[in-house]
């Protein structure tokens, strides 16, 4: 069930300077688990959620580590969403059922519950409300300082605002970018960020990345996003804070990690992976890991994802350890 690590050493690649990539792997999870998002426990250690399933697992960032399971939530199919909280080590996650044969969620079935640990490090869950107006919930993040978190409504096509202690749910932000435009697979909006005074986000459908002047705090967001990425199919992404670079997770067709720097146009360059590869099937979110941001990328991905429409599994997802520059 779990494979042994796998590490990869890439040819230099143009990253500002040239620099090797150096990827290392957690073991496999759990057969058949398309790992969604994640987040980082003031350890160091990876909170990742998986969507087939209602489970959250703990993984440590080093070569070879196992998932341990951590958290089972009850009467739902899986886990979309996780994000940070104003208190450490306390978050707020999304449940729901999505169909991966039909690729579409049941209406009316997500839930925002917190998760946070007790003085022996169990994990406890608690449900804070549902999500009825949100038709599928997918990229979330925490706006510091507030009890705000701002959640990506994938299908509907806009971006909500949910206050975590009044459990107030509010239309934040309506523009065309947000909207999908599939046939079948409607993904629009999918991972948002809040980074150097802009709201971030992605359109997996549009396969773009555009950015928005934005605190999170305003009563509604206006105005037009500049977009930054275009024509390819990005899933989720993260920001360097310190220089905005972008990191991206493109999926569909490219299985990629994919960057963009400043200065370089609108087209990013593939790291790792890139059509008809098998080294990162089906990423689908990357982070920062503890103190190395700029140096060390954790990646998720969930292996074929055909496996998720046929349900034949061929495999688990794995986190990938991405040493992208410096000396970490």
């Not at 057969?31 to 160091?44: K, Q, T």
């Not at 044969?101 to 925002?112: D, G, H, L, R, W």
């Not at 990229?139 to 096509?157: F, Q």
């Not at 005074?197 to 990345?209: A, D, K, M």
Request: net charge negative.
């Amino acid at each position: 069930m779990f494979p042994q690590t796998l590490s990869l050493w890439l040819l230099p690649l143009l990253l500002g300077s040239a620099q090797s990539i150096r990827v290392e792997t957690s073991q496999d999870f759990p057969l058949g688990s398309e790992i969604e998002n994640m987040a980082l426990r003031p350890c160091g250690s990876v909170l990742a959620n998986v969507y087939t399933t209602p489970t959250i697992y703990e993984v440590p960032v080093r070569p070879n580590a196992q998932p341990k399971l951590i958290a089972t939530f009850q009467n739902t199919h899986g886990v979309s969403s996780i994000a940070y909280s104003s208190k450490p080590d306390v978050y707020f996650v999304i449940t729901g059922n999505f169909s991966f044969q039909t690729f579409s969620p049941a209406p009316k079935s997500y839930a925002i519950h917190q998760l946070s640990f007790d003085k022996n490090d169990k994990a406890v869950t608690k449900e804070l409300a549902r999500l009825d107006d949100i038709q599928q919930p997918n990229g979330m993040t925490h706006v510091p300082g507030t009890p705000y978190v701002l959640i990506a409504d994938c299908r509907a096509g806009f971006v909500f605002r949910f206050n975590t202690e009044t459990l107030e749910l509010t239309k934040y932000f309506d523009h065309p970018l947000l909207k999908p435009n599939g046939t079948f697979i409607l993904f629009g909006v999918n991972g948002i960020k809040l980074s150097r005074g802009y709201l971030y986000f992605s359109n997996t459908n549009q396969e773009l990345v555009a950015r928005i002047k934005a605190s999170g705090t305003e009563p509604t967001l206006t105005g037009n996003p500049e977009i930054v990425v275009s024509g390819a199919p990005v899933d989720d992404f993260i920001v360097n804070d310190n220089n905005g670079d972008l990191f991206l997770a493109e999926n569909g067709d490219m299985n990629a990690l994919a960057f963009l720097g400043k200065n370089s146009g609108t087209t990013p360059e593939i790291l790792i992976g890139g059509p008809n590869t098998t080294n990162l099937l089906f990423p689908t979110a990357a982070i920062w890991a503890k103190g190395a941001e700029g140096r060390l990328l954790i990646v998720s991905n969930s292996g074929d994802g055909n496996q998720f429409v046929s349900g034949n599994f061929t495999g688990g997802g794995k986190l990938n350890f991405v040493h992208v520059g410096g000396k970490v």
